[in-house]
């Protein structure tokens, strides 16, 4: 494939780029001495590492919000306490942030309005993972050192609203040519320079985030509807960034590797299994699982599916042991496996959330109109195509197609939980909706005593704390706007 090829050509570079322009910003870190200066550097050498950047930080934050989301477990069934996400505020502040502020610089003086337009959606995406995770962050500030070494933080209300004016003023300038001269290439590791999908792309991520803020009412359904529409037409437009066999998967390496050899490695967890094998939604066709589930875990041949419970000690629901770990050669799991940040069903299942509530739904209505259930429907076909199995039993079953007087808010949280495994936006669901067993079905806080943060026993995470080594370097600040992992984010409140 395409995005396989531009790996392969550009992924080999990036350790050599991604410390260029950190020096003095915002971060005080040694730039290595064979590394290339800003002004030597075009601005197609600065957008694959902040590509590759946004992608590994994405799966950073994942690896703490999908044990809180019960799509797996520490090895053996544990649960996670509260975390920093280290790995995410680095890939944010530290490589993504100060290059997308010399490659913006570079395109307006270019007059590159493609490249800017990128830019700016790159900005809005890890503002976006960034404030989800710890709520005020810096921005405004973020990126004067050394005239500023203590960045004061934005809101997340002003980082929402700096995310839309960014995706905006892309949107507007992807709508328009850009004369030039200057076009994405293979350094674009997500569409080689397709801008009609980057202008797709732009619309879809608006929406997600338009989303987040229906339940705090500062965005209605139908405003969300009609950013929708413009956004991705299938899965053409899926936003992912693929991997090779000489630039490994991460979530390869960190599972099925480190399995192999004995390293700590993580288990699927109960909740997703259940989800997907019947337990919670019990089939009507005879079917026995989720064609996806053996697209993301594996188990022992002839065993029933059994998925850890979260904190409870490798057991399963059913008191026995788990079986469940991730799949050799899984879509996620493979050598040269996909990053997700957002894909054409995600979009369908977007729809079809803000529709339902268009429509007069809520979290225990039943029934809605014909479009809810068409989208619905839609993002469950787009889910079975992308993850290339045959979806036709699964959805012709009564469980999944229960026609639109009987569609709930579950059904559509429940399909758009599964299809975006190991995707951190789904801690972003469960947190708008509290965690509710009404929209996601069976789903309960970790185990007590099998729990490694005992202060927060019985409640459930909401956020990140900041980083040891922000508190280190700008303690002021990072003091003013801390709080507990388990106190709501502004839109959550």
């Known amino acids: 494939m395409m995005k396989k090829y531009f790996n392969k050509i550009i992924i080999l570079v990036l350790f050599a780029l991604v410390s260029v322009g950190c020096s003095d910003e915002y971060f005080d870190v040694n730039t290595p001495s064979n590394t290339a200066t800003i002004d030597q550097l075009r601005m197609g050498d600065l957008l694959a590492p902040v590509i590759h950047s946004t992608m590994e930080g994405q799966r950073s934050a994942e690896l703490a919000f999908g044990n809180y989301v019960q799509y797996f477990v520490s090895q053996g069934g544990g649960a996670l306490g509260q975390t920093e996400a280290s790995g995410l505020w680095s890939q944010v502040y530290l490589y993504v942030l100060p290059n997308t502020k010399a490659l913006r610089e570079k395109?307006?003086?270019l007059n590159a309005t493609h490249y800017k337009a990128v830019a700016d959606i790159l900005d809005a995406i890890n503002l976006g993972i960034a404030t989800d995770t710890w709520d005020n962050i810096p921005y405004s500030d973020a990126t004067?050192?050394?005239a500023n070494n203590f960045p004061t933080f934005d809101t997340q209300e002003q980082i929402y609203s700096t995310i839309f004016a960014l995706l905006d003023g892309a949107i507007s300038a992807l709508s328009a040519e850009d004369n030039s001269g200057f076009t994405l290439g293979r350094d674009d590791l997500i569409y080689g320079g397709d801008m009609e999908k980057w202008l797709r792309a732009a619309y879809t991520i608006k929406a997600r985030y338009q989303l987040h803020l229906v339940n705090k009412g500062t965005v209605s359904p139908n405003e969300v509807l009609t950013t929708i529409a413009n956004g991705f037409e299938s899965n053409a437009d899926?936003?992912?960034?693929?991997?090779?066999?000489?630039?490994?998967?991460?979530?390869?390496?960190?599972?099925?590797?480190?399995?192999?050899?004995?390293?700590?490695?993580?288990?699927?967890?109960?909740?997703?299994?259940?989800?997907?094998?019947?337990?919670?939604?019990?089939?009507q066709s005879g079917l026995?699982?989720?064609?996806?589930?053996?697209?993301?875990?594996?188990?022992?041949?002839g065993e029933d599916w059994k998925g850890f419970v979260s904190g409870a000690a490798g057991l399963a629901p059913d008191g026995s042991d788990a079986n469940?770990?991730?799949?050799?050669?899984?879509?996620?799991?493979?050598?040269?496996?996909?990053?997700?940040?957002?894909s054409y069903a995600e979009a369908m299942f977007i729809k079809a959330e803000a529709a339902f509530w268009a429509n007069g739904g809520n979290t225990t209505s039943i029934g809605s109109n014909a479009d809810t259930y068409m989208a619905y429907m839609a993002g469950v076909q787009a889910s079975m195509d992308m993850y290339g199995v045959d979806g036709s039993a699964y959805t012709a079953d009564g469980a999944i197609d229960v026609g639109e007087a009987n569609l709930m808010l579950q059904h559509i949280m429940k399909e758009k939980y599964i299809h975006n495994f190991l995707n951190p936006?789904?801690?972003?669901?469960?947190?708008?909706?509290d965690f509710s067993d009404d929209v996601f079905k069976g789903l309960t806080i970790r185990e007590e005593e099998e729990a490694d943060d005992n202060e927060f026993f019985g409640q459930w995470f909401r956020r990140?704390?900041?980083?040891?080594?922000?508190?280190?370097?700008?303690?002021?600040?990072?003091l003013a706007n801390q709080q507990t992992p388990v106190t709501p984010v502004w839109w959550d409140q």
């Open 107 to 109: 395109a307006t003086e």
């Open 144 to 146: 004067q050192s050394p």
């Open 238 to 283: 899926n936003f992912l960034m693929f991997y090779d066999d000489k630039n490994i998967n991460p979530w390869y390496s960190g599972e099925i590797l480190a399995r192999n050899t004995g390293n700590f490695h993580r288990d699927i967890a109960s909740q997703l299994v259940s989800s997907m094998n019947g337990d919670y939604f019990p089939f």
């Open 288 to 301: 026995e699982v989720d064609p996806r589930l053996p697209r993301f875990a594996e188990k022992p041949d």
């Open 324 to 342: 469940t770990g991730f799949a050799v050669d899984g879509y996620y799991t493979s050598i040269d496996s996909p990053l997700m940040l957002i």
């Open 425 to 433: 936006e789904t801690f972003v669901d469960q947190r708008r909706y």
């Open 464 to 478: 990140a704390i900041y980083p040891s080594s922000e508190l280190n370097r700008n303690e002021a600040n990072v």
